[in-house]
């Protein structure tokens, strides 16, 4: 064909179906090889859609058996095989029965729900799957799956009369706190044999939030470090709220201060001199290496005693931050020097924060999470490091030295085969827990005997 021809039948740089297989001709022929072409491919599109739903419901005990069916019919009656020809018909009636199983849709409505949404590790914890019967007519039983987490729960649903209602509940485990996945529920059709399931999904996943469990500590417990919010310190300054003393004006002083009473009795300008006040700036810090905890029963006991402190302190309205190590990701070029901070503006979003939390081996020690700590929260007065019993008492008080003298350093060691104690070192104050109890029954006392 010549160069200017398929300019001329208007296909230049047209490159669809019709194009690449039979160019620019034209013709009953041509028109005969693309109405065949698009036949097929459309009968292709409607066996691959029919394979994948017989592909979603065929159970492997039904590919077996729709293998076995044929090959029965041909041994059977070539060979003369009379058991092999029954073998064959009964497979097939048993194959046509458990067809019928799949067809129709139970027109029932399904709905799923949590008793509560956020329960504390251990806790009964409960969903519910309500079935409700809209239709005129009665609707037979059917079998529910929810899928919890990694297992599964099953409830076998009773028959419903017109506008009958069932609602029936099922147990959610929570032995470790976390986030579970709960649903969506499904129903399941499937033959008394096994040879066909078919599953149809009705509601959407809910998610249940599983808190670490945390105890109630004393809301004076900053007592043991003697910076109560907006307590007076022994720091003196020129504006401030607390008066301490008079002393001479100084160049720099602002007038407003300057106490003109005593001024008109020594005959030399006096000023107010005050103590500087602070609000409290609690921080809690946990590590999550890996390697500052022996084994999990630390772990979990130090993420409880980081939930107790930072919840009493958001209750009682202070300035708190929770802070932890950040992970360096698996193929980072080098460590990633930083931590994360947990949400504080209420209990339960910093109770959630700490249900995910993980140890891992390239999560920064106690040791560089205190040094990170001290230089990106700004204005810290209190600070509790909180690890397992791994680090050393040289690593404990190398982590304290990271924050200014001014700031009291608390290290909680969280070891339950260790004798409860509490010890200051060089100032730093080490609080050996071996239970969660142990945190309030020592912050209690020593917040008194403050």
Same mark, same amino acid.
């Given at each position: ?28 022929l041509a028109?005969a ?5 698009? #036949? ?6 409607a ?14 005990l039904?590919?077996?058996?729709l293998?076995?069916i044929?090959l029965?019919f041909?041994a ?5 095989w009379?058991?092999l020809v029954?073998?064959a018909?009964a497979?097939?009636?048993l194959?046509m029965?458990?067809? *019928?199983?799949?067809?129709?849709r139970?027109?029932f409505?399904?709905?799923l ?16 799957v %309500?079935?409700?019967n809209?239709t ?8 529910v ?10 409830l ?9 209602e ?15 996945a ?6 399941v ?5 096994? *040879?066909v399931?078919r ?13 670490p469990?945390t105890i109630p ?5 900053t ?5 109560l919010?907006?307590a ?5 300054t020129s504006?401030?709220?607390?008066f ?6 100084? %160049?720099? $002083? ?7 009473k ?9 000023v107010?001199?005050f103590?500087e ?9 946990l590590?999550?290496?890996?390697? $500052? ?19 009493? #302190?958001i209750?009682?309205?202070r ?12 193929f980072?070029?080098?460590k ?7 949400a504080t ?11 995910v939390v993980?140890?891992d081996?390239?999560a ?10 001290? $230089?990106e929260?700004?204005g810290?007065s209190?600070?509790? @490091?909180i690890c397992?019993?791994?680090?050393t ?25 260790a ?6 070192? #060089?100032?730093?104050?080490?609080l %050996? ?9 020592? @912050?209690a006392r020593?917040?008194? #005997?403050?």
């Amino acid at each position: 064909m010549h160069p200017d021809a398929s300019a001329a039948t208007g296909i230049a740089g047209l490159s669809n179906t019709r194009t690449r297989i039979v160019g620019a001709r034209e013709g009953l022929l041509a028109d005969a090889v693309i109405n065949v072409v698009r #036949a097929a491919t459309l009968l292709g599109q409607a066996a691959a859609r029919l394979g994948g739903r017989v592909a979603a419901v065929v159970t492997p005990l039904g590919w077996v058996m729709l293998g076995v069916i044929p090959l029965s019919f041909m041994a059977g009656y070539l060979l003369g095989w009379v058991e092999l020809v029954l073998v064959a018909w009964a497979g097939l009636i048993l194959a046509m029965i458990a067809v *019928l199983y799949l067809v129709g849709r139970s027109p029932f409505h399904v709905t799923l729900g949590l008793a509560h949404p956020r329960v504390v590790v251990g806790e009964a914890a409960r969903g519910v799957v %309500t079935v409700d019967n809209p239709t005129s007519r009665r609707i037979l039983g059917v079998k529910v799956e929810i899928p919890v987490g990694a297992g599964l729960a099953e409830l076998a649903m009773p028959s419903l009369r017109k506008g009958a209602e069932h609602s029936q509940e099922f147990a959610i485990p929570t032995l470790r706190r976390g986030v579970i996945a709960v649903g969506p529920v499904r129903t399941v059709r499937a033959d008394p044999i096994g *040879l066909v399931r078919r599953e149809l999904l009705w509601t959407g996943a809910l998610e249940l939030v599983v808190h670490p469990q945390t105890i109630p500590v004393p809301s004076t417990s900053t007592g043991l470090i003697r910076d109560l919010e907006g307590a007076p310190t022994r720091d003196l300054t020129s504006s401030d709220v607390a008066f301490h003393a008079l002393r001479e004006y100084q %160049t720099g $002083d602002e007038r407003r201060y300057i106490h003109w009473k005593s001024t008109a009795k020594t005959g030399t300008y006096m000023v107010r001199q005050f103590e500087e006040t602070r609000r409290s700036h609690l921080v809690v810090a946990l590590s999550l290496a890996a390697s $500052d905890y022996a084994d999990e029963e630390q772990f979990e006991l130090a993420v409880s005693a980081a939930g107790s402190l930072g919840v009493r #302190a958001i209750r009682d309205g202070r300035t708190v931050s929770v802070v932890v190590s950040s992970i360096t990701p698996e193929f980072a070029k080098r460590k990633n020097y930083a931590v994360r901070s947990l949400a504080t503006h209420l209990p339960a979003r910093l109770l959630d924060d700490l249900a995910v939390v993980e140890p891992d081996a390239s999560a920064l020690g106690i040791r560089d999470v205190a040094r990170v700590a001290a $230089d990106e929260v700004v204005g810290i007065s209190v600070v509790f @490091l909180i690890c397992g019993s791994t680090p050393t008492p040289a690593e404990l008080r190398a982590a304290s030295r990271s924050f200014p003298l001014d700031v009291a350093v608390v290290a909680i060691v969280c070891d339950p085969d260790a004798v409860p104690g509490f010890r200051r070192v #060089a100032g730093l104050s080490v609080l %050996t827990i071996g239970y969660l109890e142990d945190l309030r029954v020592a @912050l209690a006392r020593t917040a008194a #005997a403050a």
